[in-house]
């Protein structure tokens, strides 16, 4: 399984992004898909996931700013970035996840290369 990210680039403080991740390689739904970020000198931490079934969870950092989607074609899903703020600017990974609950607490997860997002103030 292959994940394609995209949609990074520099934005002024207030400006709007919208990532996309595109996963290919597996004939099955992925059973949530994510968006984590890395910001310089940090750790890497969860910003949205959705589940298959379209439930949505944030990080408390982006509620009411961002909102994750997904796409109409399968194992697709966007990240819709509003109000962007410098402390936004971070490295941006999609993730797949095809675990499956025979293989429990075996997981299956794919990670994409990133897209890298830069708030200027």
């Known amino acids: 399984v292959q994940l394609q990210a995209s949609g990074g680039g520099l934005v002024q403080t207030g400006g709007s992004l919208r990532l996309s991740c595109a996963a290919s390689?597996?004939?099955?739904?992925?059973?949530?898909m994510g968006w984590y970020r890395r910001a310089p000198g940090k750790q890497r931490e969860l910003v949205a996931t959705?589940?298959?079934?379209?439930?949505?969870n944030y990080a408390d950092s982006v509620k009411g700013r961002f909102t994750i989607t997904s796409g109409d074609a399968k194992n697709t899903v966007y990240l819709q970035m509003n109000s962007l703020k410098p402390d936004d600017t971070a490295v941006y990974y999609c993730?797949?996840?095809?675990?499956?609950?025979?293989?429990?607490?075996?997981?299956?997860?794919?990670w994409g290369q990133g897209t890298e997002v830069t708030v200027s103030s």
């Open positions: 959705i589940t298959s079934g379209g439930n949505a």
């Open positions: 993730n797949a996840d095809y675990s499956l609950p025979a293989d429990w607490p075996r997981a299956t997860i794919y």
């Open positions: 390689g597996s004939v099955r739904s992925a059973k949530a």
